[in-house]
């Protein structure tokens, strides 16, 4: 598909904002939806809305099989080896609370060591700050490179026999660093430590195999890829999520239920008490149908492309600082001297392109770059290099405008 083709299937890009083609370059945030997820949404209300895993009638029928055909989808697009490894979630938010509290809550105790990076989301730290409290296990962070990367040395002196739980992000959301995934599992995994993967900057954009990155766990959410919101998963080790206990109780997940006593489905939907995410399942089925049609390999490529081309552009805006490693994953966060970068997200909407500004939710990383917030463009499927030529454009106009004064 090239890129005049992709753009086409995204009816969303093809509209003015404040008077100028809308340039969308915050899809680290939220990806846009291609057509076929948003039909496929409109064709399940519209025609086979029914609750799932209960009753014999036709759409009830119909709703279970798609649901479970989306579950399907999942476990091939990350080479899982069984369905019972595939728990929807309602992103990555929940998947790594529920590695936590479920995982966490049962294997950790005092002197236990939870490893973590310093560029991680809020999402893959506070759920280990709130166990690490309540088990009295410690929390420890690798330290980062000077260019925001991670010497695998630094992961080998912070991972310990008394390292229990190792959690990494496969991308980060803020440097675009590329972190060696499969070298820290074997780290974590020689000090006998589960390693669990926040992939949502990284399912998107590049072919996670669960079973090459030998990985325990993997959090991701639909809507960053090209899926609906509301929808993420979480991959478990069958081994794992067979001795763990649900997080929630209810409906759906339950075998029988006696006055005092109660027993469990089997795997996986043990983990998914209540009515699920029946809309946002099979629109992520549709979601991961499209990223293959296209094939994650074009996408990677092309993505590194237009990080390249943004990297040499914005290098030659003067007063500008680029944060993150030269290599890197689709996104570039940076700052303009003298200039908040709120106020240079400000500019640019007025010019029709979204871009993100704010601590990114990594407050630690923050600390770290000794900053309080930052911009930041990031590219997916759909971007162009026209578009980055406008964003340049932009900061050299939000430069000019704040250097001259209103
Ligand atoms: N982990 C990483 C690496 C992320 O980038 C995000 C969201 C999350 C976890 C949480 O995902 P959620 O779907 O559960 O919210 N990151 C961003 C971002 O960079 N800008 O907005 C959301």
Not at 19 to 43: F, H, M, N
Not at 44 to 49: C, K, T
Not at 221 to 242: E, N, Q
Request: aromatic share 8%; net charge negative; charged share 25%.
């Amino acid at each position: 598909m090239n890129i005049h083709d992709i753009r086409s299937m995204f009816p969303i890009l093809d509209q003015e904002v404040n008077g100028k083609p809308l340039v969308y370059l915050d899809s680290a945030a939220t990806s846009q939806k291609p057509v076929t997820v948003i039909e496929t949404l409109d064709r399940y209300y519209r025609e086979y809305n029914s609750n799932v895993h209960r009753g014999v009638h036709t759409l009830g029928t119909k709703a279970t099989d798609a649901y479970e055909n989306a579950r399907e989808k999942v476990r091939k697009f990350i080479s899982a080896s069984s369905i019972q490894e595939i728990i929807f979630t309602r992103g990555t938010t929940t998947a790594i609370n529920m590695i936590a509290e479920s995982y966490g809550r049962d294997n950790l105790g005092e002197g236990d060591e939870i490893v973590i990076t310093y560029m991680e989301h809020h999402a893959n730290i506070i759920p280990w700050q709130q166990i690490a409290k309540r088990t009295g296990a410690k929390l420890k962070y690798i330290p980062l490179q000077e260019d925001g990367s991670i010497d695998l040395k630094d992961v080998e002196a912070t991972v310990t026999n008394q390292t229990k739980i190792v959690s990494v992000m496969m991308v980060s959301n803020v440097l675009g660093t590329i972190n060696p995934i499969k070298e820290i599992t074997e780290i974590a995994h020689r000090n006998g430590a589960v390693m669990v993967v926040d992939g949502a900057q990284a399912a998107p954009h590049m072919k996670i195999d669960v079973k090459d990155l030998d990985c325990d766990f993997l959090a991701f959410s639909g809507h960053k890829m090209c899926g609906p919101t509301g929808i993420g998963v979480l991959y478990g080790r069958k081994a794992l999520l067979k001795k763990m206990e649900p997080v929630e109780t209810g409906g759906e997940m339950i075998d029988f239920v006696d006055l005092y006593e109660s027993t469990w489905k089997e795997l996986p939907w043990k983990f998914e008490a209540g009515t699920p995410i029946i809309a946002g399942a099979i629109g992520l089925g549709a979601a991961i149908d499209f990223l293959e049609d296209v094939g994650l390999d074009q996408i990677l490529e092309h993505e590194h492309k237009l990080a390249n081309y943004a990297m040499e552009r914005l290098s030659q805006v003067e007063g500008l600082t680029i944060y993150g490693p030269k290599h890197r994953a689709g996104l570039v966060t940076f700052n303009i001297e003298d200039v908040h970068p709120h106020d240079v997200a400000t500019v640019l909407d007025a010019d029709g392109i979204a871009v993100r500004a704010g601590h990114h939710c990594a407050q630690p990383l923050m600390k770290w770059l000794k900053v309080s917030a930052t911009a930041r463009a990031s590219f997916y499927l759909y971007n162009t290099e026209e578009e980055i030529d406008k964003l340049v454009e932009g900061l050299i106009k939000t430069k000019e405008y704040f250097s001259n004064g209103f």
